[in-house]
């Protein structure tokens, strides 16, 4: 099993920042990419920004400047930048992480809870 425990979201005023985080635990043998994606009410859910094992990151065209991408390796973790924040980046922010599994050595990929951005004056 594998569990993705995501942090950081809340209330920001126009303009603010925020940070996510994203911990992956388990039974994990290698993470071959993670990503964070987003969801707003009456919307599809979209990819914000993705990274992969040797850290070639992608971004949506609307964060691009504004968010960063960035893992750590050694904990399994994945962050999001989110600086100059606007009332259109309002969403659930979800984690989302594709990994080889230990003892099966299957590819899966697993999805967090779920965090609240909230942007507004």
């Known amino acids: 099993q594998v569990q993705l425990v995501e942090s950081g979201g809340g209330l920001v005023q126009p303009g603010g920042s925020l940070r996510l985080s994203c911990a992956a635990s388990g039974s994990i043998f290698s993470i071959v990419a993670m990503g964070w994606y987003r969801q707003a009410p009456g919307k599809q859910r979209e990819l914000v920004a993705g990274i992969t094992s040797n850290g070639n990151t992608n971004y949506t065209d609307s964060v691009k400047g504004r968010f960063t991408i960035s893992r750590d390796g050694a904990k399994n973790t994945v962050y999001l930048q989110m600086n100059s924040l606007k009332p259109e980046d309002t969403a659930v922010y979800y984690c989302?992480?594709?990994?080889?599994?230990?003892?099966?050595?299957?590819?899966?990929?697993?999805w967090g809870q779920g965090t609240q951005v909230t942007v507004s004056s």
């Open positions: 989302n992480v594709d990994l080889w599994q230990q003892r099966t050595l299957l590819r899966n990929d697993y």
